[in-house]
């Protein structure tokens, strides 16, 4: 009885922070429409056809994810790779994690990197962890520790020329609560492809073709459903008192 009390608390405690901790909806209104490149740019439905001929859409193929956790608990990692930049800031751009409301960020890829960049993003605790350059030319990575980034919900950001502007992979964070990223998840894995426009979407400038820094990420799932979470949360508390009540 006691063991099945600790199984019970211990998933309270993975799980309802997720639904308290972070007001913001990690869900975003997909989909929106994509534009098309400028002359002598890659759209984005090309590079995603050249990544995987046939399994994307990406006007009607877009999940509306945009807040993530590991596939499988520390200590271990992702490995995001850099599939291709389009953008006049691209030799500044900077794209990195956040976790939270209000965002703790942790910078990744540096202006540097390009096509083939890859990091390595292990985390060795709850909020710990360290990033490691795999490949891509030197300083195309932010190496180092982190803290304060959550394995259990975490997302993505591009600072649009290494400046103070965050466009977040989460819609609510963002001004306007503008789309700034599009995601997309391979049917039957947890690889995902996220694909973002560095000038504002929603009362800005923006041209809408998405493709100004798109990369690859494997090894992660979607955080629950808000609703999902309390769900949960409120039949382990049901549990737990009708276990206290026969104990």
């Known amino acids: 009885m006691r063991t099945l009390k600790f199984v019970l608390f211990a998933v309270l405690l993975a799980v309802v922070p997720l639904a308290l901790a972070d007001p913001f909806n990690p869900f975003n209104t997909r989909p929106v429409p994509v534009g098309s490149a400028p002359s002598g740019e890659q759209n984005l439905q090309d590079i ?13 193929d877009q999940s509306s ?4 956790r590991l596939e499988t608990a520390p200590p271990t990692g992702i490995f995001p790779i850099v599939i291709v ?15 939270g409301d209000p965002p703790v960020t ?17 985390w060795t605790g709850l909020d710990t962890g360290v990033i490691t350059q795999v490949s891509g030319a030197p300083g195309a990575v932010a190496m180092g520790s982190f803290s304060g980034i959550s394995y259990l919900g975490f997302g993505f950001y591009l600072r649009p020329g290494g400046g103070s ?7 609510d964070l963002n001004p306007n609560k503008s789309p700034q990223v599009l995601t997309f998840r ?14 504002l979407v929603n009362g800005g400038n923006s041209d809408r073709d998405y493709n100004d820094f798109v990369m690859k990420v494997g090894s992660i799932v979607p955080v629950p ?23």
């Open 48 to 60: 995603l056809n050249a990544q995987c001929p046939g399994c994307f859409n990406v006007n009607t």
């Open 65 to 68: 994810v945009g807040y993530w």
């Open 85 to 99: 930049e389009w953008a006049g800031w691209s030799p500044s751009n900077v794209v990195g994690i956040f976790s």
């Open 106 to 122: 942790r910078d990744v890829f540096l202006g540097p990197a390009a096509g083939g960049a890859s990091a390595g993003i292990l």
């Open 165 to 171: 502007t965050y466009y977040y992979t989460v819609d």
């Open 186 to 199: 391979k049917t039957g894995s947890n690889t995902w492809f996220l694909a973002f426009e560095d000038r």
């Open 225 to 247: 459903e808000p609703a999902a979470i309390l769900l949960v949360g409120s039949v382990l508390l049901l549990v737990g008192r009708r276990l206290r009540a026969r104990a």
